[in-house]
């Protein structure tokens, strides 16, 4: 069984990013990114964005396909920062998904049983 975002830890390392599930450390995926160099990677509760060799992706946060890319033309290829804006009522952290699980398991044991 395949982990979901909200389990995994994303490594940015050399020209990769390694998704790893947070439980027991095992790999989930890998994708190779263009060039060699050092990776950024950022999770904003929603999207996984990595960046390298001046060139910013857009993840699939359970599979590590890339959703989109933008070269940045003209801004050279030296190390990259990300950093996301979202308004908090739109943010979902782990414990509000685990929460919505537990809901969503007591609201079909309820149906279940009546």
């Known amino acids: 069984m395949t982990p979901q975002s909200e389990e995994l830890l994303?490594?940015?390392?050399?020209?990769?990013?390694?998704?790893?599930?947070?439980?027991?450390?095992?790999e989930a995926w890998r994708v190779k990114?263009?060039?060699?160099?050092?990776?950024?990677?950022?999770?904003?509760?929603d999207g996984l964005f990595a960046a390298s060799q001046g060139e910013v992706f857009r993840l699939d946060p359970n599979t590590g396909a890339v959703l989109w890319t933008n070269p940045m033309k003209g801004l050279g290829l030296g190390v990259v920062s990300l950093a996301a804006m979202r308004r908090p009522e739109s943010h979902t952290s782990y414990e509000t998904i685990?929460?919505?699980?537990?809901?969503?398991?007591?609201?079909?044991?309820?149906?279940?049983?009546?």
């Not at 390694?18 to 439980?23: F, L, N, P, T």
């Not at 990114?33 to 509760?45: I, Q, Y």
């Not at 685990?98 to 009546?114: G, I, L, P």
């Open 10 to 26: 994303f490594v940015g390392i050399k020209n990769c990013v390694v998704a790893i599930d947070r439980r027991n450390g095992f």
């Open 33 to 45: 990114l263009k060039g060699s160099s050092f990776v950024t990677v950022l999770w904003d509760g």
């Open 98 to 114: 685990a929460e919505q699980k537990h809901r969503e398991a007591a609201a079909a044991t309820a149906a279940a049983t009546a």
